[in-house]
């Protein structure tokens, strides 16, 4: 995995959209995120990369950053130097006590079951660099990098 710092830090395009966090809009945000990433005619591989990313950073917002309450979600996407996305996916929820604990494959906090406790390696899975930042009743913010491989010019 990529550290971030092997990201160029210059910014060529930026986008940001503010969602309800309702499980309607996950798809309307793989949408529009993969639209603004399509700016750089990623392969089919890196979009559907892209696309589960987004979804289960979107997914954990809605099912646990706003499991008691309602609220946003954040997304901005930078077109970064060297063919790079960064992906920033933002809630103000209750917040992950532990990141570390939450990042570990097969961690739920669902008391019920139906999460596998996957979300954050099948995040990791599909991006080069993923940081997770959380503070109780603040919120959490995934951020995501993908390199995209260089392509032949037609």
Known sequence: MRKRSQFSKEVLNKMQVKLPALS???????????AFVAQLDPGVTELADIKCAVSEAV??????????????????????????????????????????QARQPLYTTDAAGERSGMGFTVMESFTDCLRVTSKEGAGTTVTMFKKLTDRDPL
């Open 24 to 34: 309607v809009n996950e798809g309307t945000a793989r949408a529009v995120v993969t």
């Open 59 to 100: 997914t954990n917002c809605i099912v646990h950053g706003y499991r008691h309450s309602t609220g946003y979600i954040v997304i901005t996407v930078s077109i970064l130097e060297g063919r790079a996305v960064k992906i920033e996916i933002r809630d103000r929820g209750c917040g992950i006590p532990d990141v570390r």
